[in-house]
């Protein structure tokens, strides 16, 4: 005789947004409100933290499937990027799909084949599978196929003069600008770093510029000789050079091999292109900082890598991704996007020094 195996205990009942009304001590047009995300003017904030903090107490998720069909979305975003090897568009990545997640959203990440050049529509309709789409780093202009959809577009890190405030295609089939964007203070990070550099006595710079036609690069060019100009005394030249390691310690070395009078300093269009410069630097047999100082922009994980440790600009990326996520949710509900360039910050680390 066998001995029959206990039974399993029943499944508890996934919490429904009643449960959670009750357990916050308000009514579910309180709790719907609140979780579907339109509670401003209406909830106070105590409560819409309450509400939260229930849900996620008790396990609540709501119907996605349900509220799709209610209100004609997929609740899905797609972020395009030039790239998936740059850790800056991956912690942008980051900051969006969280602040999507908040929001019972999902982000689809994108990298455009041909980097910043036109990103294919990746859907059989882009109209029928997203929301809206975010992009990070490209010009509106490429993305045509996909601003042709009909469907909000918000710019990260991108020309705000694109910028007009419309989405949907004008009656010529002309996609219409881009619905927000979310910039970086790139110009102000530049003078951040030639006020740091100058203040050591430094006044013969390389600017070692990445090779990639795009807004972000260009400011920072446009902004670098301008700041210089204005001071007596200095001299820039300007190398190009594709954005990897190897590119740049050739173009480094080519542009000192060819200068008649050394430069003291280095001012680089990103930390791949300053962890070049330093390699090459060092294969000239010039010391970093005693010779040469180096600056990068984005402090990446490889800006505290290298030795010595590179001076960068810190940009917040996933700050970025958050802002462009949020700014995108305020569209779909009607509401202006917050405005404002994110601040950057110089990190002073071991690659400058004074001129010698």
Known sequence: MTTPAPSSPPARPAPTSRDVARAAGVSQATVSLVLGDKWRGRVSERTAGLVRDTARDLGY??????????????????LVVPALTNE???????????????????????????????ARDPFASARTALDGVIASSMATGALGALRAAGLPLVMLDSDPTESGGHTG??????????????????????????????????RRFVHLASAVDSWTFDVRARTLATALRSVP??????????????????????ALAGATTRPTALICDDDILAAGACKALRRLGLGVPEDVSVTGFDDLALASAVEPELTTVRLPAEQVGRRGMAALLAVLDGRAPESGDLPVELVVRGSTAPAP
């Open 88 to 118: 800056f568009f991956a912690r942008v990545y980051t900051g969006a799909a969280e602040t999507a997640a908040e929001h019972g959203f999902g982000v689809v990440l994108y990298p455009s084949p041909d980097g910043v050049g036109p």
């Open 169 to 202: 295609s004008d009656d010529d089939g002309t996609p219409k600008a881009a619905a927000a964007h979310v910039n970086l203070d790139i110009a102000d990070g530049i003078h951040q770093v030639t006020d740091h550099l100058l203040a050591l006595g430094h």
């Open 61 to 78: 998720r709501p119907n996605l499937a349900a509220r799709t069909l209610r209100l004609g979305r997929t609740r899905t975003a797609l």
């Open 233 to 254: 005394g200095t001299t820039l030249r300007t190398v190009r050079s594709r954005l990897d390691v190897h590119s740049a310690r050739a173009a480094t070395e080519q």
